[in-house]
Every structure is written in C-alpha cells, then in structure tokens.
C-alpha cells in the first residue's frame, strides 16, 4: 500500500502526485460547482463500482454537468488508475468538477468539465470504535432543504457536514446527526442512519435529505437476504433514543455501532448483535465481489 498516490488522473492522463494540479479558476475550487464519489478497494477489487458510476452521472446530470465519458469509458478509468497505484486495499475519490471558467460563477463560462481520480489508502475510524460502539450528537447544523439542493446529488458542497463534523469534535463525540429543516432525522456528516426497532431496519428516505448510499442499499439487500423488515420511515430524535440498536453506513465506515446519541444510552449501550451481524457480513461480501484488478 502506498502513503500517497502514485498517479493520479486528470481528464484522461496519470500524472504523478507532483504533478498533478489544477488552475485555480477550477469552478470546483471557487464554488464547490461539481460532484464525487468515493468508492473502496477491497483485496484489489473496486466495490459496487457501477453503482457509484451510476450514481456520479446521475447527481452530474441533475446539476447539468456534462460527464466527459460513457459508463464503460469511466470504468476504465478507474480501473487503470486503481492498477497504476497498486492499492489493494484503500479508497477511490473521483471528482468531476465544471471546469476553468472565469472568476464569476456563472457556470457557462465553463467549457470542459473535469475528471479527477485519486487512490489512495482508505483513512477509517479507529478499531475501537467497532468495538465498543460510537457516541454521536445532534448538530446544530441542519441539512439544507431539498428546494435548495436535493441530498442525492453528491456534490461537492460539504460545508455544512464539516461544520456539523467540528461540533462533534467540540463535544468529544466521533459523529454528528444532522437534521432537516423539519427537525427529523437526515443523516450524518458522511454517514447513514439506521435504527434497528422491534426487529425491523429503519433508515429516513432520500426526501427526507438523506443521500441514497450505496452502503445503505447494501444494508437492504442484506436484510432482505437475511429475512428482516426493512422500511424507508420519517425518523426522529426520539427513534434513536428508544431503538434496540442504531448504526450508521458509508463506503469508508462501512458499519459502525452507535451507543449513544446527545447522552442517552442507545439500547444496551453496547453494539447490537444485528448490527455485529450486518457489519460481518458486508465486510464478507466485499471481499469476495467481483473479480481482482491486478
Ligand atoms: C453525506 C453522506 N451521507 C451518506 C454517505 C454514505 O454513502 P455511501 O454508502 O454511498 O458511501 C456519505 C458517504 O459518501 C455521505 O457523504
């Protein structure tokens, strides 16, 4: 595994680390105007590569961004990339920005979108949170509404997710909730939430201004798999703080076990056997999909 990327691409070259820079008139830099993915490696293999790709043109055209390659063009891309690195194990960042325009916003001054592949090691939480679960508080910082931006466009405006992350620092905590502008629950800072009550998994729906994971929508083949109810529900505070078992998703998280939300204890203030059971099973999973790159 390497400490930085060896090559990185940039709208169809690799480049090395040192190499590989942008103008500054990237609309992506001045106005966070474009979006991403991040996909993991497992044992040389990209997971669900094609659900991201799938994802990344789908927030691309809803923000009418052109993407400069056809699906199979962009797997390949990836794929070279992850083979030039040599990362078995690590973390996929792609990045499709507007392009160099000028100084004003205005997105039309932009000619070329541009794509950007990093890899490089996944950076994860630390082993003892598995273990022992995660304590997690409600931010004060609020997802916006989905008349602004609708949370299933991953883009790259993370402002209010690195601010609602610094709350959590600032309270000790290794994750914070956001809310909507309803009050009820959306998700975390990078991170689904999953309560698991009276035997069935619950996550908030996409309109309530959650992004449509991929790690989620795992989570649902696996409890489909395994027989246990899976419902898209309106959550409150109140949900989490009576669940049996709460847990939140994401590609870099995988599953990690919430104990405790804003002081009080989530079931037994200890990870849940489901959610043990889950976190296993997506790890198994992983590692045997699709075959090896390199
Ligand atoms: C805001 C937000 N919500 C949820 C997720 C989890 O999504 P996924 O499982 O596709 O990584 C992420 C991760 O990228 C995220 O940034």
Redesign the pocket.
């Known amino acids: 595994m390497s400490e930085t990327p060896r090559a990185v691409y940039i709208d169809g070259r690799l480049h090395p680390p040192e190499e590989a820079t942008i103008s500054v008139l990237d609309h992506g830099l001045l106005y966070g105007d474009g979006v991403f ?2 996909i993991r490696i497992y044992a040389r293999r990209p997971f669900r590569l094609d659900a ?1 790709l799938a ?1 990344l043109e789908a927030s691309a055209h809803a923000i009418a961004l052109l993407v400069p390659l056809d699906r199979a063009g962009l797997a390949t891309a990836v794929r070279d990339t992850v083979r030039a690195n040599r990362q078995a194990d690590g973390y996929i960042r792609m990045v499709l920005t507007r392009g160099d325009g000028s100084l004003g916003l205005d997105p039309l001054s932009c000619h070329h979108p541009r794509l950007i592949i990093i890899v490089a090691e996944v950076s994860v939480y630390p082993p003892d949170h598995y273990v022992d679960g995660i304590r997690v508080i409600t931010a004060a910082t609020r997802q916006v509404p989905m008349a602004s931006v609708d ?1 299933r466009i ?1 883009s790259l405006n ?1 402002l209010k ?1 690195v601010l609602a992350r610094l709350e959590a620092h600032e309270a000790g905590a290794a994750e914070a909730l956001m809310l909507n502008h309803e009050g009820f629950v959306a ?6 939430v999953f309560v698991l009550s009276g035997g069935r998994l619950l996550t908030p729906p996409a309109s309530e201004g ?9 989570v649902r083949e696996l409890a489909e798999r395994a027989g246990l109810a899976f419902e898209e529900r309106r959550l409150a505070r109140y949900d989490l703080f009576v669940a049996d078992e709460c847990f939140l ?5 995988e599953i990690v076990p919430v104990i405790a939300l804003d002081g009080r204890t989530i079931g037994a203030g200890t990870p849940g056997p489901v959610t043990q059971r889950l976190a296993a099973e997506l790890r198994e999973l992983a590692s045997r999909e699709g075959e090896p790159l390199f």
């Not at 998700?187 to 689904?192: F, Q, R, S, V, Y």
């Not at 998703?249 to 998280?253: K, N, P, S, V």
């Open positions: 993915e991040g991201h994802r949370a991953k993370y997710n998700e975390c800072t990078a991170d689904n959650a992004l449509d994971g991929i790690t989620r929508g795992v998703t994401g590609t870099g998280a």
